[in-house]
């Protein structure tokens, strides 16, 4: 079945510096959805990438899908400590179920 | 107004009882699902509702159970509880199937002992 791996899982920095989580899936994608979820809360939408090659930017946070929609990846610019939360993304296999698979989400720790 | 709620925010019971947690959305979606998530945080689709059409995740043990009354609810109930049920276990919602993003409740800490 579809496999989406996230990478790292955990990622401690200090306040100011950059960070990128990489995600990674075994199949070809329709399109990928990022989510944050602060700690003791739920995920919450960040955004959605759908063509190859794509990318967006939400303020500090850049979000870019590969060429050959397989991967994607999110960079925030300049850390704060509201970055603090754990970063998912969910992608939907081509000609698959309508249904995301998730990868196992990178912590972020921002150290002030 | 909360947009997903779920009731019991935390849940605490013992191996063997039968549990059930409410999910409802005042969004006016067309889907509706439910995640577990463990310790490690890994977010795992256990069941997903559209429009009478359920889709299981083929992993999910018979022991669990949605039931939808109307569209804007979906409920999970749980048989025989196992330690292993322990998490967090999320509803969310979405527009409707494929390129929407999914709006999600604000999670049920389910404990077994």
């Known amino acids: 079945g579809q496999q989406v791996m996230q990478i790292p899982q955990y990622q401690h920095v200090q306040e100011g510096e950059d960070f990128t989580t990489y995600c990674n899936s075994s199949t070809t994608l329709s399109n990928i959805q990022w989510y944050k979820q602060r700690p003791g809360g739920h995920p919450v939408f960040l955004i959605q990438?759908?063509?190859?090659?794509e990318v967006k930017k939400q303020k500090r946070l850049t979000f870019q899908f590969g060429e050959a929609k397989k991967n994607s990846s999110l960079h925030i610019t300049a850390t704060q400590t509201t970055d603090v939360g754990t970063y998912f993304c969910g992608g939907r296999a081509s000609g698959g179920s309508y249904i995301p698979t998730f990868g196992r989400g990178t912590s972020l720790i921002v150290h002030p | 107004d909360t947009a997903v709620s779920q009731t019991p925010k935390y849940l605490v019971t013992q191996m063997g009882n039968d549990k059930s947690i409410k999910c409802e959305q005042n969004l006016g979606h067309d889907t509706m699902y439910w995640y577990k998530q463990d310790s490690k945080k890994f977010l795992k689709i256990m069941f997903s509702?559209?429009?009478?059409?359920?889709?299981i995740n083929e992993t999910v043990p018979n022991r669990f159970s949605p039931k939808s009354p109307d569209k804007a609810h979906l409920n999970l109930h749980i048989n025989s509880l196992e330690l292993g049920d322990s998490a967090v276990y999320f509803c969310?919602?979405?527009?409707?199937?494929?390129?929407?993003?999914?709006?999600f409740g604000p999670g049920t800490r389910l404990t077994v002992t």
């Open positions: 969310a919602s979405s527009q409707g199937r494929g390129y929407y993003e999914q709006y």
């Open positions: 509702y559209n429009n009478k059409e359920l889709i």
């Open positions: 990438l759908v063509k190859s090659g």
